[in-house]
Each structure stands twice: as structure tokens, then as C-alpha cells.
């Protein structure tokens, strides 16, 4: 069974940095895409960031240029750095994965199960 499992969450005030984490475990042959969504209350689940499996990123223009994403391969992780938070950045992050767990396998959707990014203006 593939986990992800999220850490890094928490309050801070405008203007400042949070760290998530994303932990995959289980047996995993490939990750084509590591993402980042976020969920405000009232409002659709909406994609962060991506960081797909050559390496290249994509992020949604609200958050370009004050987050980053980043993967560790070895550890099977993978990170959102996030500076100059504001308080329209609140909301609870996931983050996700469509990967193969064996050579020629299909490709399925994982999810954490999301942490809480509160920003205070």
C-alpha cells in the first residue's frame, strides 16, 4: 500500500515561511508527477505545483516566485518551500502523486491526507 504522508503545516504570520514535507512510502517503481493542491474553505481543490519526473515545474501564477518546489528521489519525498505568505495562502495543502508501482503498471493517483497552512494578517 503507497502513503503519503504531509508535515510541515501551521501558522505564521504575512510575510513569512513555511516548509511542507511529502513522505511516499511503499513499494514504488516511478512517480510521473509530485504536486502540491490547496483547499480554501468554500473553495475548489486547486493545483499549487507540480514537479514532474524529468524534473521540470510548473506553478500556479498566484505562487510563482514565492514558492518552490523541490524532491529529494532518494528519499521519495518531495517539498514545497514557501515564502512571502499571505493570507489568501490559507488553506489546507495535499499533496499528491499519479505514479507506478511496478514497470508497465498503471498509473494511479495518491493523496496525503493534507495539513493546515494558516497565515495571519
Known amino acids: 500500500q503507497v502513503q503519503l504522508v504531509e508535515s510541515g503545516g501551521g501558522l505564521v504570520q504575512a510575510g513569512g515561511s513555511l516548509r511542507l514535507s511529502c513522505a511516499a512510502s511503499?513499494?514504488?517503481?516511478?512517480?510521473?508527477?509530485m504536486d502540491w493542491y490547496r483547499q480554501a474553505p468554500g473553495k475548489q481543490r486547486e493545483l499549487v505545483a507540480r514537479i514532474l519526473s524529468g524534473g521540470s515545474t510548473n506553478y500556479r501564477d498566484s505562487v510563482q516566485g514565492r514558492f518552490t518546489i523541490s524532491r529529494d528521489n532518494v528519499k521519495n519525498a518531495w517539498y514545497l518551500q514557501m515564502d512571502s505568505l499571505k493570507p489568501e495562502d490559507t488553506a489546507v495543502y495535499y499533496c499528491?502523486?499519479?505514479?507506478?508501482?511496478?514497470?508497465?503498471?498503471?498509473?494511479?493517483?495518491?493523496w496525503g491526507q493534507g495539513t493546515q497552512v494558516t497565515v495571519s494578517s
Open positions: 499528491s502523486s499519479r505514479l507506478q508501482r511496478a514497470y508497465g503498471g498503471p498509473v494511479s493517483l495518491y
Open positions: 511503499g513499494i514504488i517503481f516511478s512517480f510521473n508527477t
